[in-house]
């Protein structure tokens, strides 16, 4: 294979940005949903969670 | 070890759904097999020459672009997002338009960043390049990754959620006018690019390279729709945390309030550290 360096640079880059940019949105809906109420998570209805 | 209450706190606690996981699962197993197809399955660019017969092409590094070219195009797609949900923050002036165009605009961009950084690494190898300040299309895609880093930095400079939507949906609808002119500029500035002309209208690709650079649009779509859910969900939670806390403490100053006019009208001092 030719080029490997550049290919696992750029698949690298890619796959790594992403992935933390996804981690990190978990980390911060999870820290913000301890302080929000569930009826503001409307996707809370999804698990037959009442809101209540 | 866990009680069954504190795993269904821990459950609750998080911007996933049912959905929203099998989103997931579908998306890991579709860059799993993007993976497979772009490196395993596929061959690389290898021509031969007809009148020399030396073999000429892009090589192994035609394998970047089963990622590069599906990050464009989802790039479109979130910008897109964007300046139809800043037509309605205009028109409408509701929360959930704003949220969904600050959400599409930031995945948007993080795109974009990596469409400029693949291009650039796919470059150096086939152009023999890292940058060409000359290439149409390059500064074309630059300026709208900047005029949309631009619209992420506006939106944190001003306090006013009413103010900062208007502003930013009306530089959104401005970026996007930029879109246009990076899909056709090699077509209107054919001697000002080192891009080649569209091979994927034309269908000038082979079979499994054509079937990969298709699973690539999907998969990106994939992770597109995962990132906006969450990213959504994220936005969502910190207007609701921002009003949760503004009602909170309403409530809590009313409940002063009423306290220390009670003790007033039966002649007592209100609570020390008390400021009406």
Same mark, same amino acid.
């Given at each position: 294979m030719t080029h490997v360096g550049y290919l696992v640079a750029g698949w690298g880059i890619v796959v790594g940005v992403l992935s933390v940019y996804a981690v990190r949105l978990a980390r911060r809906g999870r820290a913000l949903s301890s302080l /929000? *109420? $569930? *009826?503001? &998570? &409307?996707?809370?209805e999804d698990r037959g969670v009442d809101g209540a | 070890m866990a009680t069954t209450t504190d795993a269904g706190l821990g459950e609750r606690? @998080? %911007? #996933?759904s049912p959905r929203s996981r099998l989103l997931g699962i579908a998306t890991l197993t579709a860059v799993a097999i993007l993976g497979v197809l772009a490196f395993v399955l596929t061959e690389a660019d290898v021509r031969i020459? *007809?009148? @020399?017969g030396e073999e000429f092409g892009q090589f192994d590094a035609v394998r970047m672009l089963y990622v590069h070219v599906p990050l464009v195009v989802v790039t479109y797609l979130a910008y897109g997002i964007c300046a139809v949900a800043s037509v309605g923050v205009l028109v409408k002036r509701t929360p959930w338009w704003d949220v969904t165009a600050h959400t599409a605009a930031e995945i948007g961009t993080i795109f974009c960043g990596l469409v400029l950084v693949t291009g650039s690494i796919w470059g &150096? *190898? /086939?152009? $023999? %390049?890292?940058?060409?300040? #000359?290439d149409v299309r390059l500064m074309t895609t630059l300026v709208l990754f900047l005029m949309f880093t631009g619209y992420l930095a506006l939106r944190r400079i001003t306090d006013d959620p009413r103010r900062q939507a208007r502003r930013a949906a009306v530089v959104a609808l401005v970026a996007v006018l930029d879109i246009p002119l990076v899909n056709r500029s090699v077509e209107w500035w054919e001697n000002r690019t080192l891009h080649q002309r569209s091979t994927l209208g034309e269908l000038k690709i082979e079979d499994l390279t054509l079937f990969t650079l298709f699973f690539g649009f999907v998969t990106a779509g994939l992770v597109l729709a995962w990132l906006f859910l969450h990213r959504f969900r994220v936005g969502w939670l910190e207007r609701a945390a921002i009003d949760h806390g503004v009602a909170t403490a309403i409530v809590e100053r009313q409940s002063e309030t009423s306290g220390a006019e009670v003790r007033r009208s039966v002649g007592e001092e209100p609570e020390e550290g008390f400021v009406p």
């Open positions: /929000v *109420p $569930n *009826p503001h &998570r &409307r996707w809370l | 606690d @998080t %911007t #996933g020459h *007809p009148e @020399t &150096r *190898p /086939v152009w $023999n %390049t890292w940058w060409e300040w #000359g």
